[in-house]
């Protein structure tokens, strides 16, 4: 595929088929996927491949904390997990409250589940000093994890990037035994998709970006 179609028609995945995704084309869509950059260009990024369904129930499992207070606050009005504000429902409500299939089904449906984690020792975390929730740390990880669903798409396959089970990392980590250094930033399902959207709906450039200052003429 060209380069600007898939960047253009890369939709978040989140049904799949029964076809299997074979270890040849994953470790092609890895084996590119790798040349993503990272601070430093430390590549502290580690992905683990987990195929075993015991394992996905599991982590789909620890999916359903995260999800329940997501739901709850939605129900709320809230943007939900925002830093920015303490939820309104209260822990009793949230405990209350439906998990939906939606959430954790695609982690027990896909053909591979890859579960991204990077090394904080080599991370740098510029505004980690900063009074507010740190983000910069996530530029040494995601563009691999963009990279992977990018390679998928151009094989053919779909996934997309969940972290409700990050809110029960210590959980995720002992599941896969990965050492305490590591901080577990994404669980991406990858399958193959039940429907290969190419339209996808998103915000303008004008709207998204501005000349010169945040409040500035649209470009």
Not at 71 to 77: H, K, M, T, W, Y
Not at 125 to 140: F, K, N, P, T
Request: proline letters at 9%; glycine letters at 6%.
């Amino acid at each position: 595929m060209e380069l600007y179609d898939v960047m253009r028609t890369t939709p978040a995945v989140r049904e799949f088929t029964d076809d299997p995704l074979p270890d040849e084309t994953l470790h092609r869509i890895l084996e590119n996927a790798r040349f993503a950059p990272s601070g430093g260009n430390r590549q502290g990024t580690r992905v683990v491949v987990v195929r075993d369904q015991a394992t996905r129930e599991r982590l789909a499992e620890l999916n359903e904390p995260a999800v329940r207070r997501y739901v709850a606050q939605i129900r709320a009005g809230q943007s939900p997990w925002n830093p920015l504000e303490p939820p309104v429902p209260s822990p009793e409500e949230i405990a209350a409250t439906d998990v939906p299939e939606q959430f954790t089904r695609p982690v027990l449906t896909a053909a591979a589940v890859l579960v991204f984690c990077v090394d904080l020792g080599v991370v740098a975390a510029m505004d980690q000093d900063l009074d507010r929730i740190g983000l910069v740390s996530g530029a040494s990880v995601y563009p691999l994890v963009w990279n992977v669903l990018l390679a998928a798409r151009n094989e053919g396959f779909g996934g997309t990037i969940t972290t409700m089970a990050v809110a029960e990392e210590p959980a995720v980590r002992e599941l896969l035994g990965v050492p305490e250094q590591y901080a577990v930033a994404a669980v991406v399902p990858l399958g193959r998709p039940v429907r290969q959207l190419t339209k996808l709906r998103r915000v303008p450039v004008a709207e998204l970006a501005r000349r010169e200052r945040f409040d500035g003429e649209p470009f």
